[in-house]
C-alpha cells in the first residue's frame, strides 16, 4: 500500500511539473507577430560636400535615396506597411503593401529642403526618423554611382 501511495505522488508531482514547465514556456515564448524594428536611410547622406560645413550629415532636395525599413517575422504582418515622408505639415506615401521580406526598401526623394519625418506603421506600431535636407544635385549613375552633391552652408 505504501508503494502505490509512492507511485501515486510521483506521478502526480510528474504531471505537475510537467504542466509548469509548459506554462512557462508559453509565457516567456518570444511573439510570432511581425515587429518593426525601425526606418534607417541606406544611401549616404550628401557626397563629400558636407564635410566641415554646417551641412553634415545633410541630405539632398531632388536627389533619391534608399531607405531600409526592418521587419522580424515579415510574414505575420497583418497590415500593410506604411512608409511616409512629411514636411511643413504636408505628407507623401513612399510605400503601402505587405512585407515580403525582413527589410523592405523603397525609394525616397525629397523635395525642398526642410525638417522631414520619415514615418513607417505596420501593425499599429510606427516609428520615426528626423532627416535635415538641404539643396541637392543629383549626380548622373556613371559619376559617383550617382552621388548627391549636396550645396554646403558655412
Given at each position: ?34 515587429a518593426l524594428r525601425g526606418v ?38 497583418t497590415s500593410n506597411l506604411k512608409?511616409?515622408?512629411?514636411v511643413g505639415g504636408r505628407s ?63
Amino acid at each position: 500500500m505504501i508503494q502505490g501511495h509512492r507511485t501515486r505522488a510521483r506521478f502526480a508531482c510528474a504531471v505537475i511539473t510537467f504542466a509548469a514547465v509548459g506554462a512557462a514556456g508559453a509565457t516567456f515564448a518570444a511573439p510570432a507577430d511581425a515587429a518593426l524594428r525601425g526606418v534607417a536611410i541606406g544611401t549616404p547622406a550628401g557626397y563629400g560636400s558636407s564635410n566641415g560645413s554646417t551641412n553634415y550629415d545633410v541630405y539632398g532636395a531632388g536627389c533619391t535615396y534608399e531607405l531600409d525599413v526592418v521587419v522580424d517575422n515579415p510574414k505575420t504582418a497583418t497590415s500593410n506597411l506604411k512608409v511616409t515622408s512629411s514636411v511643413g505639415g504636408r505628407s507623401v506615401t513612399i510605400y503601402d503593401a505587405k512585407p515580403t521580406t525582413s527589410v523592405v526598401k523603397p525609394k525616397w526623394r525629397p523635395t525642398a529642403p526642410g525638417r522631414y519625418m520619415l514615418s513607417a506603421t505596420l501593425d499599429g506600431v510606427t516609428k520615426t526618423r528626423a532627416v535635415n535636407v538641404g539643396t541637392g544635385v543629383q549626380f548622373p549613375d556613371f559619376i559617383r554611382s550617382g552621388a548627391c552633391f549636396v550645396v554646403p552652408i558655412y
